[in-house]
C-alpha cells in the first residue's frame, strides 16, 4: 500500500454563474509515502485563481500566499490532471486531515469540470477521524492538526503551517506516529457512489412536524420528579427549530416545558431534547413574544 496525504488551501470567492460563494482551491500540496512510510516524492502547485482574483486578507495572513502567487499558478484542471499523473498507482490510498478538504475537492470539480467526483481518488482515509480514535480523543472534540501534532510530541515550529505542502509533510510526520496497519484498513473507504453521497450530504433540522423522519416516540415528556408520563397541554410550536409544548404531570401537578430537536444525517437521526420547569408567570410574556416568532416562520414557509 502506498500512501498520499493531500493538502488544500483556498478563498472563498463569490461566484456569479452560481450567485453564491465557493470555496476556490488556490494550492495543492502533497507528500506520497512507500509502504515503509518513506517518503518518495512531493507535489506542490498554486493554483490559478479564476473566480477570486484577490485573496481575502485572513487567507493571505494565515497562509502567506499572495495575489502574485495565485495570478501566476496553473489552472485547476491542468493541476487536476498533473495530480493524478503524479498520483497514479495500484494500491494508493489518499489521506486528509478531516473531510473538508475533500468537499471543497469536489467542489471544484463541480464547478470547473463538470463532474461530481474526484478521478484519482479511489481510497481514502480521514485521518483525523482516524487519528482521534487512536489519541483516544472523544468525537465531539474535533482536534486540530497542529494540536494534534503537538501533543505526539513534534515540533510543530519546524513547519510552515497552512501551506498546502508544509501541511501534508507534517501530516505526513504524524501519521507515521500513529501508524497502525490492521487499523487503518478499518477506516479506509472505497469511493464509490455511497461514498459520495455521504461525504456530501448537508446535515438538516427537521421543522416539519409531519416529516415521516420524526420518532413520534421521542416526543413524549416524562416527569423529572416522579419519572411518570406527561401529558401534553399545549400545541408544538416550532422555536429554534426545535418543537417545544409545555406538559403536565398530574401527580405531581408540575408544568414542564419540553423542547426537542430532530436533525437528520446522511445515516442517522440525532435526536436532543430537554425539558424545564414551565413558570407561569414568567412564561406568559415569553409565550407572547414567541408566538409572535413563530407566525413569522409560518408566513416565512408559506412564501
Ligand atoms: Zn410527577
Avoid at 485521518?127 to 505526539?152: P, R, V
Avoid at 429554534?240 to 408544568?255: E, G, H, L, M, P
Wanted: hydrophobic share 40%; glycine share 4%.
Amino acid at each position: 500500500m502506498n500512501y498520499i496525504i493531500l493538502d488544500l488551501e483556498w478563498n472563498n470567492a463569490y461566484c456569479k454563474k452560481k450567485k453564491g460563494f465557493i470555496n476556490e482551491i488556490i494550492e495543492v500540496g502533497a507528500v506520497k509515502l512507500d509502504e515503509n512510510l518513506n517518503i518518495v516524492d512531493t507535489f506542490s502547485m498554486f493554483i490559478k485563481a479564476q473566480l477570486g482574483k484577490k485573496l481575502h486578507s485572513r487567507v493571505k495572513e494565515l497562509t502567506n500566499i499572495t495575489n502574485d502567487d495565485i495570478s501566476s499558478g496553473t489552472p485547476f484542471s491542468q493541476t487536476m490532471a498533473l495530480f493524478r499523473k503524479w498520483s497514479a498507482g495500484n494500491d494508493t490510498v489518499i489521506l486528509t486531515w478531516g473531510d473538508t478538504d475533500i468537499r471543497v475537492l469536489i467542489e471544484n470539480f463541480r464547478y470547473f469540470n463538470g463532474i461530481s467526483f474526484i478521478p484519482f481518488l479511489k481510497n481514502y482515509v480521514n485521518l483525523q477521524k482516524y487519528a482521534q480514535a487512536f489519541m483516544n480523543i472523544s468525537k465531539a472534540d474535533q482536534i486540530g492538526l497542529s494540536a494534534a501534532a503537538e501533543k505526539l510530541g513534534i515540533d510543530v515550529e519546524n513547519y510552515s503551517l497552512h501551506r498546502a505542502l508544509d501541511d501534508s509533510l507534517l501530516t505526513a510526520d504524524l501519521f507515521k506516529k500513529i501508524y497502525n496497519e490492521h487499523m487503518l484498513s478499518s477506516y479506509m473507504l472505497v469511493c464509490d457512489t455511497a461514498f459520495y453521497s455521504k461525504i456530501t450530504f448537508k446535515p438538516k433540522v427537521i421543522t416539519d412536524i409531519n416529516s415521516p423522519l420524526i420518532d413520534k416516540s421521542k416526543m413524549r415528556c416524562l416527569c423529572d420528579v416522579c419519572g411518570n408520563q406527561c401529558e401534553r397541554i399545549s400545541e408544538w410550536r416550532v422555536i429554534n427549530q426545535s418543537f417545544r409544548a409545555v406538559f403536565i404531570c398530574r401527580k405531581c401537578k408540575r408544568k414542564i416545558r419540553f423542547t426537542i430537536r430532530f436533525k437528520e444525517y446522511y445515516d442517522r437521526i440525532d435526536i436532543k431534547s430537554s425539558s424545564v420547569p414551565f413558570i407561569e408567570k414568567k412564561e406568559i410574556s415569553v409565550v407572547a413574544v414567541e408566538s409572535s416568532t413563530e407566525r413569522t416562520n409560518t408566513t416565512e414557509e408559506t412564501k
